[in-house]
Antibody, heavy 119, light 108 residues
């Protein structure tokens, strides 16, 4: 079975750095893109960007370009989302999701990682 | 960027009734690259429909999608208790990929 298991909830202070993870199993990690999606408290879904673990080709939504870094380590089938300097406005649930076979929809999702940034 | 507008924002219905959700795009969605997701409180979204009308694996046939161009619809033929949730559309024909703001189906 395809599974995406994300790292646990984080509580950070503004200005701190953070890297959250998404471990994939049940399929060939290097053959399908992994996306990251943000959901702010009580709000809708926002596409952040996507990475192809096979060659680390990464595409960012303009709203998130320069704000986060998406990466992957194919040796351990894990994708990452990282920040160098968190802001209170980064408080949100972050989901990783696998790109579907026929296009950039998301067919499998991780359980989400809640990031809380507060002084 | 393609803006997706979902309507109505909230739909109040009873179990057994038919639900019709609309997703309108600000520009034509390439090749009907439109998906629908269901999200329940405290859960990750679940893929229902891709390619505007193809049901994802394991999705009951009471869920159907239709439309093309700028107008898309998700229909739930007979609401089951587990269908009360928030539904999102997403276009993936153009970059950046975008989602609608969501539509809630609540129990009347």
């Amino acid at each position: 079975d395809v599974q995406l298991v994300q790292s646990g909830a984080e509580v950070k202070k503004p200005g701190e750095s953070l890297k959250i993870s998404c471990k994939a199993s049940g399929y060939s990690f290097t053959d399908q893109w992994i996306a990251w999606v943000r959901q702010m408290p009580g709000k809708g879904l926002e596409w952040m960007g996507i990475i192809y673990p096979g060659d680390s080709d990464t595409r960012y939504s303009p709203s998130f370009q320069g704000q986060v870094t998406i990466s992957a380590d194919k040796s351990i089938s894990t994708a990452y989302l990282q920040w160098t300097s968190l802001k209170a406005s980064d408080t949100a649930m972050y989901y990783c999701a696998r790109r579907g076979r026929y296009g950039a929809y998301c067919d499998y999702w991780g359980q989400g990682t809640l990031v809380t940034v507060s002084s | 960027e393609i803006v997706l507008t979902q309507s109505p924002g909230t739909l109040s219905l009873s179990p057994g009734e038919r639900a019709t959700l609309s997703c309108r795009a600000s520009q034509s969605v390439t090749s009907s690259y439109l998906a629908w997701y269901q999200q329940k409180p405290g859960q990750a979204p679940r893929l229902l429909i891709y390619g505007a009308s193809s049901r994802a694996t394991g999705i009951p046939d009471r869920f159907s999608g239709s439309g093309s161009g700028t107008e898309f619809t998700l229909t739930i033929s007979r609401l089951e208790p587990e269908d009360f949730a928030v539904y999102y559309c997403q276009q993936y024909g153009s970059s950046p990929r975008t989602f609608g703001q969501g539509a809630k189906v609540e129990i009347k």
